[in-house]
Each structure stands twice: as C-alpha cells, then as structure tokens.
C-alpha cells in the first residue's frame, strides 16, 4: 500500500510543478518582440451576455481590438519600446520605457506617460506573458482580457 501513497504522493507533485507558470530570466526577453493580444472572449463570452445589445457591443468592440496592434520590443539595456498601429496603417513608436526581472521570475514594466503598470507583474505561461495584479494582502490576481504573445 506504501508503494501506491508514494506512486501518487509523487505524482502530484509533477502534475502541479507542470501548471505552474516559469520564472523569467532577463535573457528570455533581451532582443524579443512581442505582441498585445486582447482577448475579451476569454473575460466574458459573447454567449453569456445578458441581452442582444450587449452581444451586438462585445462583437463590435472584439472587432476593432482585432485591428489594433501593440508590440513590446525588450532589448538588452533593460529598455523597452512601445510599437502601435491600428486599421492596417505603419506602426510608429508610442513610448519608450524600462522593464525588469525581479527576484520572483515576474517582469516588472516601467511606466510611460500613457500607461501605468502600477502593481502588475507578467508571468510567463507557456509561449505567452500574463498580467498579474498585486492585492492589498499580497496575492496575485490574474488578468484575463490581454496577454502578450512571442512573435520573434
């Protein structure tokens, strides 16, 4: 009966180690781009809307996010720039800031004059980077609505 405790004791160890997200090193990132990808189906699906106006809305809103896109280029001074392009016009860069690692794997970005990260980490979940958001007692929450996709 030891042997089956043991069998499963271990496996769950490996199951629950294989769902965590990886820590981030600094050269995971140096010389990477990225892109935003907003997924509000993923927040709340268009299925579960409460009426047909709300559905109407939640397609129409998806459909322009599909047309925006945002890339983050990390490069090797610990600097960040900031890419935007919409509806298919030349992407210009927006902003240009700073971003770490800190001592718990998490990507921590530097504010711009247009966007705070002001309690957020990113942690890596496979070949995408998650927004997490510190509470008050410490936790971390995860955002759903974006997350940033490797491209190169």
């Known amino acids: 009966m030891k042997p089956v405790y043991l069998l499963l004791t271990l496996l769950l160890c490996c199951t629950s180690t294989a769902w965590a997200q ?6 995971d990132l140096e010389g990477t781009t990225w ?18 106006f709300e ?8 459909g322009l996010l599909d047309e925006i896109d945002v890339y983050f280029t990390f490069d090797k001074r610990g600097r ?40 957020t980490v990113w942690l890596r979940y496979g070949d995408r980077l998650v927004p997490f958001e510190r509470k008050r007692n410490g936790r971390l929450e995860r955002g759903d609505a974006i997350y940033l996709k490797r491209i190169d």
Not at 22 to 27: E, G, Q, V, W
Not at 35 to 52: G, H, I, S
Not at 55 to 62: G, N, P, Q, T
């Open 22 to 27: 990886d820590r981030l090193r600094a050269r």
């Open 35 to 52: 892109k935003m990808v907003f997924d509000l189906d993923n927040k709340r699906p268009r299925a579960e809307a409460d009426n047909a």
């Open 55 to 62: 559905r109407i809305v939640l397609s129409a809103v998806d």
């Open 80 to 119: 960040m720039t900031i890419l935007a392009g919409a509806f298919g016009e030349e992407d210009e860069e927006e902003e240009r800031s700073d971003w770490s690692i800190n001592d718990d794997g998490q990507l921590v970005l530097g504010d711009t004059d247009a966007i705070s990260y002001e309690d």
